[in-house]
């Protein structure tokens, strides 16, 4: 069945000049298998295509039952010359949210 | 024990949390970090302006709030809000103890200003270009550690003023200074800078941009309460926040700052240790209270990163809404004939529909039809009147455009870039500044 991330996980979204970093954490740590299984860098850079330019890398924490994403051109320039409305993109921890797995 | 409490965790932060945490806190020190990327840049350029300024533009309503409670109760103060110019934020603390009858003594450390210690010939971080070519620049900025506030831990000092330093190490030199830590103890000096950076951004870790209604409930979130940390002499923490202040201190909430803006868990450089996360533990032991352990580091970089600021013109700006039958397509039409019209003169300009596509680029969800629609139309010009003309073609839609648009808002705000290079350790040198008020 198909789910999406939204029903399963949290995420916050961080920025660092043009580069998008994004975490994400089942609410369940038991969970945290399924996401290392089907949320890939591949997957994700997928999922943001359009808006992730560069390579996404991703870290896995199981100390922490975290991962973490980091989109390198994304965030058109970044923050200080960036014409997005939401410079920082801070809002796309929701965007990460809206991907669908089979869970 | 050492108790340290996070005041501020941006320039613009809310300052009654604070006020709270110093009051019962029972602290030993607060820290309030309020210097975000460019905002050293701005407070150059307001320097540059007028050589009082430059520090923090809400130094004095926290300071005023702070220094009759930092007067009664035992605590210290250290903070980056003298940005662009510690020693003048650190004049300006004193005359307003002075005004407030509070004896003080006030550290400013300098130092982190490499200006004219940058080689414009190398290339800048993000794109490879030489520095020279992000003319013309306004500053640069090094990225000090925590052992350039020692000495004004040493000096005896009750604020400790500072610009451009690491935010965890704002944090970390308290610890290395109660608990004497030397430099290559790498573990506690990683373990102290994870800490730093749990409480960097204040309500983050309590609570703060956490909340998503039934989702992810937060209690009291109007009355967000800021988090301290209580740290022994291994630099295992417990983090907290005050009883009946707002907020919530959960897993949750701590996983998601402890990633926060990092790059590289295994390997978080800061001045002052290559931090690892991967070892980092996290256990919730009470209602609110997080215990954090287990941080790993390898020894600091020989290279301390910096900041330049510089000129990238003026940021042009403008709206207008369309509500009812049709909007989506009334305001597409109002963005595309902004964009014609002003084509010959400003080469990229950015039209966004609000309401449907404009924060993430694209939809994730299959089209619904929002009943109101905000066009906006955005461009980097080199002067401000050409910035301005993004305004005026706006305005102009108005008996120009498609029916029906209203409430425009236009705006043009100059805009400060950032680039980053490295510099070497050796390059910078700190300087302390005393300034005293004895009643």
Redesign the interface.
Known sequence: MKKKLYQLA?C?A??????L?L?L?P?DERDYTLLCEHVTAEKVKHHLQ??VQGDVIR?E?P????L?F?CREALLG????S????THGK??SY?LL?MEIEA | MLRIGSGAGFSGDRIEPAVLLAERGELDYLVLECLAERTIALAQKRKLHNPEEGYDPLLERRFRRLLPILGEKRFRIVTNMGAANPVAAAERIVQIAEELRCPVKVAAVTGDEVTDRIDLEQEVLESGCPIRSYAPIISANAYLGADALLPALESGADIIVTGRVADPSLFLAPMMHHYQWRQDDLERVAQGTVVGHLLECAGQLTGGYFADPGVKDVPQLADLGFPYADIDQAGRATISKLEGTGGVITLATAKEQLLYEVTDPMAYHTPDVIADFSTVQLRQVAPNRIEVFGARGSARPSMLKVSIGYQAGFLGEAEISYAGGNASGRAELAGEIVRQRLQQEIEAIRIDCIGSTSTHRKSFTPEVVPYEVRMRAAAIAPTAELAARIGEEVEALYTNGPAGGGGVRKSVNEVIGIVSTMIPRQNTATRLTIRELSI
């Open positions: 949290h916050r961080g920025d660092k000049g043009d580069t970093i975490s954490f609410y359009g808006i870290y924490l100390n922490i039952a975290g973490q980091v970044g923050v200080t010359t014409l997005a409305l939401d809002s796309l965007a809206e």
